[in-house]
Each structure stands twice: as C-alpha cells, then as structure tokens.
C-alpha cells in the first residue's frame, strides 16, 4: 500500500478532493493510505504555538523550527521522501509524480504563513516542490496535486493502462483533441460541428498518425518549452 502523510495545520481538509472518484475508491479499497497529522500537536506549551514572528522584522509569520521538527521525526519513515511544497522548490512534473508513485509513499509538509524556518529544511534535508509559478495560502492544496498525480500512476488505479502512457507530457507531448457522440453536434451559436472525418473512418493506423501530428501541432504552438526539449532529445536519440 502507497502511504501519503501529510503534516498540516488543517488536518480536516485531507481527504477533501482525493476522497472522490479515482483516488476515492482506491482509497477506499487501501490501494494507498492517508494520514494528515496536525503539526499543532507537537506545540511544546499550553497554548498550541506553531509560529512565531520573523528574525530581521518583516510581515508574517514563520512555522517553529522545534514544533515542525518534532512532527516530521514523529512522521518520517525510511525509505520515503521527506518534501516541503513551496514556490521556491523544484517544478512538479509528471516524471516526479511517477518517481514518488513507486517509492513507499511520500511525507508532504505543507506550510503556512510565511513558510517554515529555513534550519528545518537543513535538519531533514527537505525536497522542496513548487506546484508552479504562483502563491498558494497554504501548501494544502500543494500537496493534494501531488498526491493525486501519484495515486493514479498506483497499479490498478487508473482503468486502462494504456491511458497514461499517451497522455499529456508522458513523452513530453501534449494530449490530442477528444471526440465523442454525437458525430455532428450544433454548438450554442447554431453553427454544426462536425467530429474530424478521420475518426470515424475506423482506420486505426490513420487514426494514431493523426492524433500523433494533432499532439505535436498543438505543443508546438502552446508549449514552445516542452517543443524545444522534446526536439533536442529526439536529435539526442540520433546521434
Ligand atoms: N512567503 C512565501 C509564500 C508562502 S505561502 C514566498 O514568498 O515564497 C504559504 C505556504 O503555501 C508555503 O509555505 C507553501 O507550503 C505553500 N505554497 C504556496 N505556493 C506554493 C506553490 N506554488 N507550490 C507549493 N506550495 C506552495
């Protein structure tokens, strides 16, 4: 069994998403586990304290060095990854998210305020993620992405497997357009659209070639990054 556990302020918020659909029923049927421990727990006075005000001045607040400490040794497990989500880590990406679906489970904290104070990330040598280029409240939310990219990649989760080695940055292409019934369909402006003549030709072989072109159309002009790296690869794989 995959095991997610997540150190948060706001244990009541897990499973939240991830209690739905795919990773539900997966959850439900002990595919992976969850546990969301709340980090106010470990607070060493009466009062609960988990943040304090930061050295040097400034605004906010920043999560306590012991408190935090206390919880991750209190957590942690050999062999799984200890991480922090926040803005300043490593992007996520689909590779990372297949990484850590084949480890035992993952140890996210999710920060609040400020973020944490910088000798916790030292003292356990903390992976830091960014879900991406912009500020969340909370890594909640941070975290869940994660957990929900690893938990559909956990076999048996996910209904075909075929269907995820063709989806969007597996090979580092994005995913083609999806059609279904009915064939010829008139959107809200009366206009009657029509689903490409390829696919219902039940030719196969012109059907994969033109999705293949469709996907790299579509990640050239939307994701020049994603097209230049796939280029260079490819011209890798050549020489
Ligand atoms: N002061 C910080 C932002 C703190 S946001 C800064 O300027 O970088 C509070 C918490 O939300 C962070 O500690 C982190 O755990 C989480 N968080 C915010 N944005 C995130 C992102 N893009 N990816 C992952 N975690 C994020």
Redesign the pocket.
């Known amino acids: 069994m995959w095991r997610a556990t997540a150190l948060t302020l706001f244990p009541e918020m897990f499973p939240g998403p991830l209690g739905h659909s795919l990773a539900g029923k997966a959850l439900k049927e002990g595919v992976w586990s969850l546990a969301a421990v709340d980090i106010r727990r470990f607070a060493k006075d009466r009062h609960g304290t988990v943040d304090d005000a930061p050295f040097g001045g400034g605004a906010g607040m920043v999560m306590k060095p012991d408190v935090l400490s206390a919880a991750i040794e209190a957590v942690a497990e050999p062999g799984v990854p200890k991480i922090l989500?926040?803005?300043?880590?490593a992007p996520f990406s689909q590779a990372r998210g297949r990484e850590l679906a084949a480890r035992p489970g993952v140890l996210l904290v999710?920060?609040?305020?400020?973020?944490?104070d910088e000798r916790v990330i030292e003292a356990h040598a903390l992976e830091e993620?960014?879900?991406?280029d912009?500020?969340?409240?909370?890594?909640e939310i941070?975290a869940m992405t994660v957990m929900d990219c690893c938990v559909r990649l956990l076999p048996g989760v996910m209904g075909e497997p075929a269907s995820a080695s063709e989806e969007s940055f597996e090979d580092g292409l994005l995913e083609y357009p999806h059609y279904t019934r009915p064939a010829i369909w008139s959107g809200p402006d009366g206009t009657e659209r029509r689903v490409p003549e390829v696919l219902v030709s039940g030719h196969h072989g012109k059907v994969a070639e033109w999705r293949m072109r469709q996907r790299e159309e579509i990640t050239r002009r939307r994701r020049p990054d994603l097209w230049a790296r796939r280029r260079n690869a490819t011209r890798n794989e050549e020489k």
């Open positions: 989500l926040s803005p300043r880590g999710c920060g609040r305020f400020e973020g944490v993620i960014s879900v991406g912009f500020v969340l409240s909370g890594g941070a």
